[in-house]
């Protein structure tokens, strides 16, 4: 059974948030500040976490750092509606995904379901390994090597740039990436896309202020231009 992790200091949001998933047949944990929020992490290794930012002990964003040094699963942040900065820099940190606060419950556990069920989900034979002249994706073993050197990459980091690289040439919206990587195609949601992609030009590009393997198409979304071998 797929084990989720709640942290928020708030006792009815953590109440009302596990009820959801209970009912949808997770297991769900609590935590109510950041040093609890390590040690359920580490105790029960949930598939996701869901993560509030203003917590007692140690905040979210170096909940986040910490995490992101022990393992790789799926973080949604719940920042407030009128803190940009936090998304943007629990973004960079390693968040996989974030969402304001007010949040609608059922638009959780649809972000939630989204995002387990595309880790469910398997490669088509023919995409499974991608060979281009720079990069080379094993879409099976999740790897990525960049002119030989294998590079280290989040979850949501590789589906994103396996998205782009599977329709190589092509021009995507972030709408359009949006739903094909999160799942979802909400309104006013871009940011985590080109934070995103800043994350993975800064691990695949020669040049990141200069990138020649993916291209910002402006006006669009982004473009994968290395040439398939």
Not at 186 to 211: A, N, Q, S
């Amino acid at each position: 059974m797929t084990t989720i992790l709640i942290v928020d200091d708030e006792e009815n949001i953590r109440n009302l948030v596990a009820a959801y998933l209970r009912a949808e047949g997770y297991t769900v944990h609590a935590a109510e500040d950041g040093p609890g929020a390590l040690k359920a992490a580490r105790a029960f290794k949930p598939r996701l976490i869901v993560l509030d930012i203003m917590l007692p002990g140690m905040d979210g964003l170096e909940v986040l750092q910490t995490l992101r040094r022990e393992s790789d699963v799926y973080v949604i942040l719940l920042t407030a509606k009128s803190e940009e900065t936090d998304k943007v820099v629990g973004l960079s940190v390693g968040a996989d995904d974030y969402l304001t606060k007010p949040f609608s419950p059922r638009e959780l556990v649809a972000r939630i379901k989204a995002a387990l069920r595309r880790y469910g989900q398997t490669s088509s034979p023919e995409n499974a390994r991608l060979i281009f002249e720079h990069l080379r994706i094993d879409s099976d073993a999740r790897r990525v090597w960049v002119d030989d050197e294998e590079i280290s990459l989040t979850a949501i980091e590789f589906d994103l740039l396996y998205a782009l690289a599977r329709r190589h040439g092509r021009a995507l919206s972030r709408e359009q990436l949006l739903q094909d990587v999160w799942g979802y195609d909400f309104y006013g949601e871009d940011r985590v896309v080109d934070v995103h992609l800043g994350r993975i030009r800064k691990k695949i590009e020669t040049d990141p202020t200069h990138p020649h393997l993916i291209a910002t198409v402006r006006g669009v979304g982004y473009r994968f231009e290395d040439t398939p071998q």
